[in-house]
């Protein structure tokens, strides 16, 4: 995703006021953008995009950001629900946990990776990724959120493949990566406060082969971050309010490319 000539790099998204590396599958590091997306849009309560004159509480990107809110799950009974379709398959259950609390949990699993393990067929991608959301009514003014996401995919092309478009070498690649966090939310009469802690990481692997079999080239690179922010809202009127946000981050980067000629 680019936007307004920016770097890819330079998008926020926000789950639930937790910030994650990138909501699909297939990235490249330094991207936004990948084939299939992470996030189980059954789950979306609410997502806005801002383009530009974005709230400063945001912060720390410039081209533009993605807040998505995620929906409760259900406290009045247990649901499961199965679909299928020409990307993959899923499974969603949600329902009633502790009293004054309810979950959601989501698993999906690509299609094609099945037709690749049956009949051998390789240059098929294959992606699976599992999301849950914790949400427990501490009072009636205060409440707590946990959420997770993780989603792994990878592709390979064998050498015969691969010659088939005029290209030398097999390649392999893979990628994985996790987002956990944590909010705290508490409402006042003229105003509210989120304190939020959260951990994310992500993992690219791409090696290629010459004919004769011989690794010519491998990447390993690995992101981290985590972060602490607190964000407040102050209710002047009726119609003003002003926000303030806060916080630190913990950003770690490897990067190990080895080539061989």
Known sequence: ???RGGNAGENLFLVDNIEI???NHFSKQGASGGAVGIINTDFIRQMDFFTGAFPAKYGNKVS???DIKLRDGVREKQRVKAEGGISGLGLTWEGPF???SAFLLSYRKSYPSFIRSRFGITGIPHYS???GKYSQDINSRQKLTVLALYGNDDYRLDLENAMKDDYQNSVNYSSWQYTVGASFHTVYP???TIHTISRNFTHWTQTEADTGGIETYRALTNEGETSFKMDMGFYLSSDKKSELGLGFAI???QVNN????
């Open 1 to 3: 995703i680019i936007v």
């Open 21 to 23: 590396p990138n909501p």
């Open 64 to 66: 533009s950001v993605m």
């Open 98 to 100: 502790l009293p004054s």
């Open 129 to 131: 990724n599992l999301q």
């Open 190 to 192: 003229q105003g509210y």
């Open 251 to 253: 950003r770690n980067t």
């Open 258 to 261: 080895d080539i061989w000629l």
